[in-house]
């Protein structure tokens, strides 16, 4: 599956928004108060979001920012969490309609030609409604929505894109959630056959 630069770049975001949620977070040791945290939890972290992801215009955020895009990222979640095709492709438009969506080229910060969906001086949550919605929308109409997954490990949620040729990835990361999944096997079967 052929993916442009600045979609990838988008879907890239979609998932590390979608990973900031606490349900994407694993379950907690168990100690008093501890439990999933929200990877943005305030101002500060979003901030610090939007600068990983070389969000440009980023002018001064307040709560009503942080809100908003809490619920982009809720809507985000509605995307992954559907197989029907037309649903997510009404999840879509209702998102990058809400945004304004402004079509422009433009090239900045190094980056050659590239399309914005987002008006000129858009809110942060318009920007990544318009520009990852617009990549969500190039997922559902390739017809490769079942690439939008959560991790099969039983204690992880996260989301990734499944970007393999013959869509079998399971898990967000073959190094953490996927190995230690096979180690557990191994281990089992191991402890069956001995015993």
């Known amino acids: 599956m052929l993916i442009p630069h600045d979609t990838r770049i988008a879907l890239d975001t979609v998932i590390d928004l979608l990973n900031t949620a606490p349900e994407s977070e694993p379950p907690t040791s168990g100690e008093p108060g501890a439990g999933p945290v929200d990877g943005l939890a305030d101002i500060a972290a979003l901030y610090d979001f ?28 509605e995307i992954f969490a559907t197989d029907e095709a037309r649903t997510a492709a009404s999840l879509v438009n209702a ?9 422009q080229l433009s090239n900045h910060d190094g980056y050659d030609w590239h399309v914005h969906y987002f008006a000129p001086d858009a809110s942060v949550a318009d920007h990544l409604a318009a520009d990852c919605g617009m990549a969500l929308a190039f997922i ?56």
């Open 50 to 77: 939007a600068r990983r992801h070389r969000i440009s215009g980023v002018g001064d955020l307040h709560e009503k920012d942080l809100y908003a895009v809490r619920d982009v990222r809720t809507r985000f979640a």
């Open 140 to 195: 559902v109409v390739a017809g490769e929505q079942e690439r939008l997954r959560r991790c099969e490990a039983p204690d992880c949620r996260h989301a990734f894109v499944d970007l393999s040729r013959n869509r079998s990835r399971r898990y967000c990361s073959s190094r953490t959630c996927g190995n230690r999944l096979h180690v557990a096997a191994y281990r089992a079967r191991r402890k069956e056959a001995a015993g």
């Open 95 to 103: 998102l990058v309609a809400a945004a304004g969506t402004t079509p």
